[in-house]
């Protein structure tokens, strides 16, 4: 007797929140989530296809990041992520976000907090918080959420809620945005 091969396709479990870090207008009619990593060069390619995105479908879609820091290949991407949540208790998210993907050949302890003070946050806090983990609980409920979710690496795009298998090339996410806008 045989089975049927059955194809699931991944779906996120955790959905959007007013927790999230999201860019675009709240009633939007497509949701991008990205689950990301700081250091990963792939995320850092995607990144400015995704704003080009936001700014060609600025009425259309937007965009919630969360972190999927992956440790054992990238050694800064959880302080990253803890610099960012640290930015964004101070309502500076995207700004950190945007210097963290634009400098990720400087993501060291020593680049990180130069860069939080040319953003013009106050480095000795933004430092002893990431110093102690006071966002890592944030970065780990994010993660764990991309586990449930189905994300096995960076980046990993989610479109109304469903995986987007393909790459993040701007033409093909495009497509996909107009293709989900129209469903």
Same mark, same amino acid.
């Given at each position: 007797?045989? @089975?049927?091969?059955?194809? @699931?396709?991944?779906?996120?479990?955790?959905? /959007?929140? &007013? *927790? !999230?870090?999201?860019?675009?207008?709240?009633?939007?009619?497509? @949701?991008?989530?990205?689950?990301?990593?700081?250091? %990963? *060069?792939? %995320?850092? #390619?995607?990144?400015?296809?995704?704003?080009?995105?936001?700014?060609?479908?600025? !009425?259309?879609?937007?965009?919630? =990041?969360?972190?999927?820091?992956?440790?054992?290949?990238?050694? =800064?991407? &959880?302080?990253?992520?803890?610099?960012?949540?640290?930015?964004?208790?101070?309502?500076?998210?995207?700004?950190?976000?945007?210097?963290?993907?634009?400098?990720?050949?400087?993501?060291?302890?020593?680049?990180?907090?130069?860069?939080? &003070?040319?953003?013009?946050?106050?480095?000795?806090?933004?430092?002893?918080?990431?110093?102690?983990?006071?966002?890592?609980?944030?970065?780990?409920?994010?993660?764990?959420?991309?586990?449930?979710?189905? /994300?096995?690496?960076?980046?990993?795009?989610?479109?109304? !809620?469903? *995986?987007?298998?393909?790459? =993040?090339?701007?033409? &093909?996410?495009?497509?996909?945005?107009? #293709?989900?806008?129209?469903?």
């Amino acid at each position: 007797m045989t @089975t049927p091969l059955q194809v @699931t396709t991944a779906r996120l479990r955790i959905p /959007v929140t &007013e *927790r !999230d870090h999201v860019r675009g207008p709240a009633d939007a009619p497509v @949701t991008i989530v990205e689950y990301g990593d700081f250091q %990963c *060069r792939f %995320c850092g #390619a995607a990144y400015p296809n995704l704003a080009e995105v936001l700014r060609q479908r600025a !009425d259309v879609v937007r965009l919630a =990041y969360r972190h999927f820091p992956i440790t054992n290949v990238h050694p =800064y991407a &959880e302080s990253a992520a803890e610099a960012a949540e640290a930015a964004g208790e101070r309502g500076r998210f995207w700004e950190m976000h945007d210097w963290l993907f634009e400098h990720q050949d400087q993501l060291d302890p020593v680049h990180l907090s130069l860069g939080v &003070e040319q953003l013009g946050l106050p480095p000795e806090e933004v430092g002893a918080e990431v110093g102690r983990q006071a966002h890592a609980d944030r970065v780990r409920q994010d993660f764990v959420g991309g586990i449930r979710s189905g /994300v096995n690496g960076t980046p990993t795009l989610f479109v109304n !809620d469903v *995986r987007h298998d393909g790459g =993040y090339e701007l033409a &093909e996410l495009l497509a996909v945005v107009d #293709a989900a806008a129209n469903a």
